[in-house]
């Protein structure tokens, strides 16, 4: 299989190794899978109870935006190729091939691939998801990563044919997301993709969904790969309470408990009950302006807020100190493209005083920030950015909201602060390109600055990995210096498990398609 130099750069994870620590001091140590799995081969049968905080309120999986969409999405859904820790695996394509100018991508699809439907998965599958993604009437948030693609030929139901603009140095991985995914045209004309029945051909089914409450996944009989799933089944929960999410894998409700609050990680794997994984980062934080309405288009008023801010302080406050304080751009000083040094240290509150003047507010103004009323560790997040922004004469109000309202407000441009977050993707393309380039799907405020999007356009047709790591670290210090965001920190995750729940093997890049061998020692 002939696959892009440098394919597989974005998606490079951080060290996996056992130990390290946080700006703080504080130790992550590192786990991302079982030093002394079970002797023998998996147990099929059982079902996981798996318990996250908030449900997805969009599971079609091309105009997903919610992490929780993810997780339960690369269950149901498959795409053309995979990436595990960086590396493009088989999928739903068995092979593929890149002619010699890499204009051409050409893929073999494997013959015993069927959706949920029972449906075999074709070729015109494949043509018709990748064009329901580029349609502008589908809002799919990361449409723009996609523009290089300028046709899908099909010359026979087992070979997809990809046509492009120019080289894509990013577009294996960005195949190999959960955003990619092919989907049962049947389906989504008859039902569309976010009720109660899925148009996909992961090792999993949808089996019955009561919003907000539960969704339960059956095992997919006719997966391709031998033998997997070895579950049942999935039965996810949701609830947004802290305390109630650490008590339920302490009793023994739940089997898996998807990264619980940092206030409680210390105890949970100290329990002698549990196992615990995790340690790396995968969800960026940041404090979001709008920069379509005054002040925040003043490039003076945002360079003074991200001089105003303490990151470290945000962290240790908001996440119990567990991860990295980011004092540069969007993406941690170990990921590919990005920054190495620091852009902000310590707050600078004299000179954002002074900038603020500058931009002709020198006694400061009244902001408000919103935040989901459901996330305890952004609301405390916004709670010390408000304090710290009052040092220079901004008085926000932190306005809490439902996660829905807010979705609805950010989409339409209604606020003023944000206090959100980005999970990193595969590659950088994916996050630049949906977050910060025009027409973004997730472009909040439709920030634009050319410079920033010639960077990065031009990264992506850059098929050298230094060369394509230097540009983005060029399109980071803009970003840092003149964007739309305030990078705050990047938290460190952690899931916690019951001891008979065995085969994870965590990738932070983040993908969460390893819960297809996770089997039950009972």
Not at 368 to 393: D, H, N, P
Request: proline residues 5%.
């Amino acid at each position: 299989m002939a696959v892009l130099a440098g394919c597989s750069g974005g998606g490079a994870p951080p060290s996996t190794d056992n130990g390290g620590t946080t700006n703080d001091g504080l130790s992550t140590n590192v786990r991302l899978e079982d030093e002394n799995p079970p002797a023998g081969q998996p147990k099929s049968g059982g079902r996981l109870n798996i318990m996250i905080r908030l449900d997805a309120t969009e599971l079609d999986p091309h105009r997903m935006s919610e992490t929780s969409a993810f997780v339960i999405n690369e269950q149901i859904y498959e795409s053309l190729v995979q990436s595990y820790r960086g590396e493009i695996k088989p999928a739903i394509a068995e092979s593929w091939e890149q002619s010699p100018d890499g204009l051409t991508l050409t893929f073999k699809l494997r013959d015993n691939a069927f959706f949920h439907s029972g449906r075999k998965v074709t070729a015109e599958d494949v043509k018709y998801s990748i064009e329901r993604i580029k349609d502008p009437a589908t809002r799919a948030p990361r449409a723009r990563s996609y523009e290089s693609i300028t046709s899908v030929a099909t010359p026979d139901e087992h070979t997809a044919v990809f046509t492009l603009s120019s080289p894509n140095a990013a577009i294996l991985t960005l195949l190999s997301t959960a955003a990619s995914s092919i989907v049962d045209r049947t389906v989504v004309e008859s039902a569309g993709l976010n009720g109660s029945v899925d148009g996909g051909s992961g090792p999993f089914k949808m089996a019955a969904r009561v919003t907000g409450q539960a969704i339960k996944l059956d095992k997919h009989d006719r997966y391709w790969e031998p033998g997997v799933p070895y579950l049942d089944g999935l039965d996810f929960t949701f609830n947004p309470d802290d305390n109630a999410r650490a008590a339920a894998i302490r009793s023994g409700t739940v089997d898996f408990l998807w990264r619980p609050a940092p206030e409680f990680i210390d105890a949970l794997k100290a329990d002698e009950a549990l196992k615990w994984y995790g340690g790396s980062g995968s969800l960026s934080l940041h404090l979001r302006l709008n920069t379509s309405k005054a002040p925040y288009d003043n490039v003076k008023v945002r360079q003074a807020i991200f001089l105003a801010l303490d990151r470290q302080e945000i962290l240790n406050v908001a996440n119990s100190g567990y991860g990295t304080a980011l004092n540069a751009g969007y993406l941690p000083p170990d990921r590919f493209g990005a920054l190495t040094q620091p852009v902000y240290g310590t707050a600078d509150i004299e000179k954002a005083k002074a900038l603020l003047a500058e931009a002709g507010h020198p006694d400061g103004f009244e902001a408000t920030l919103m935040v989901i009323a459901t996330s305890a560790f952004q609301v405390r997040s916004a709670e010390v950015e408000q304090q710290q922004l009052a040092k220079i004469g901004i008085k926000v109000t932190i306005e809490s909201v439902e996660a829905s309202i807010a979705d609805t407000k950010t989409k339409s441009g209604e606020f003023d602060m944000y206090q959100s977050g980005f999970g990193l993707t595969y590659d950088p393309d994916e996050r630049f390109s949906a977050s910060f380039l025009k027409g973004g799907g997730l472009n909040y405020g439709n920030w634009h600055d050319a410079e920033y999007e010639a960077l990065v356009v031009q990264a992506r047709s850059e098929l050298d990995r230094e060369k394509r790591a230097a540009l983005y670290q060029q399109a980071e210090t803009i970003l840092a210096d003149r964007g739309p965001v305030a990078m705050t920190f990047l938290n460190a995750d952690f899931d916690v498990v019951k001891k008979d729940v065995q085969g994870y093997k965590g990738d932070p890049t983040p993908t969460y398609r390893f819960y297809r061998h996770l089997w039950l020692d009972r």
